[in-house]
């Protein structure tokens, strides 16, 4: 079945760093790749996503490129800000069958930014 | 245009009973899908609907149930009440397999 793998956390990091986390996959077919932030008390929020291989996300200074060869979605952001501080989870989706509606998730990944 | 709707916000209740748990979805969005989030167990996918219909469902037990109106709207339940149902439970939508957007949650307590 479908799975995702994101590094282990928590991260901490300063203002102004430079910030990566990881994510793998493993699926069959084509997925769909997905960036969700949790703030606390919060639901989650979409970050970015993408739908075929080579394609890359973007959204308020994050990215994350779609690798069908290394089976990859990494996240990235050049300068992280305080406010960026939360939870961070990868997801996929796939088409059909017995994928309808269905997210499968990562572990999800605690930022912490200190000014 | 409104976002997901949940509710009620927070629930307390205590072991054996049942409890009934609401999602609105944005408008024009066909279907709905639950989540579990739990500290050990993380995001797990309980069921989705879509035009009234289950079209999939989680590994869980049959203690947890759902449906759907014609209006979209989704309701789940989840009968005989244990210790272990304590989470988070988010609701999403989307037009049909597409991006899903969440709600804020529903935080349940069994005492």
């Known amino acids: 079945g479908n799975s995702v793998t994101q590094m282990e956390g928590p991260v901490t990091l300063s203002e102004e760093a430079f910030l990566t986390i990881n994510c793998t996959y493993t699926?069959?077919?084509?997925?769909?790749l997905f960036w969700y932030v949790q703030y606390p008390g919060e639901g989650l929020q979409l970050l970015l996503k993408a739908t075929k291989a080579d394609d890359k996300g973007s959204n308020k200074g994050f990215e994350a490129t779609y690798r069908k060869e290394t089976t990859s979605f990494h996240l990235e952001k050049g300068s992280v800000q305080v406010s960026d501080s939360a939870v961070y989870f990868c997801a996929l989706s796939s088409a059909g069958g017995t994928s309808y509606g269905k997210l499968t998730f990562g572990q999800g990944t605690i930022l912490t930014v200190h000014p | 245009k409104a976002g997901v709707t949940q509710t009620p916000r927070y629930l307390i209740k205590t072991r054996g009973q049942q409890v009934t748990l609401s999602c609105s979805p944005i408008s024009g969005h066909r279907s709905v899908s639950w989540y579990q989030q739990t500290p050990g167990q993380g995001l797990q996918f309980l069921f989705e609907?879509?035009?009234?219909?289950?079209?999939n469902k989680g590994n869980f037990p049959g203690r947890f149930s759902g449906r759907q109106f014609s209006n979209s709207r989704s309701e789940m339940n989840v009968s005989t009440l244990e210790l272990g149902d304590s989470a988070l439970y988010l609701c999403a939508s989307s037009r049909s397999t597409d991006t899903q957007y969440f709600g804020p949650g529903t935080r349940l307590t069994v005492l």
């Open positions: 699926a069959t077919g084509y997925p769909s």
């Open positions: 609907y879509f035009s009234e219909t289950q079209r």
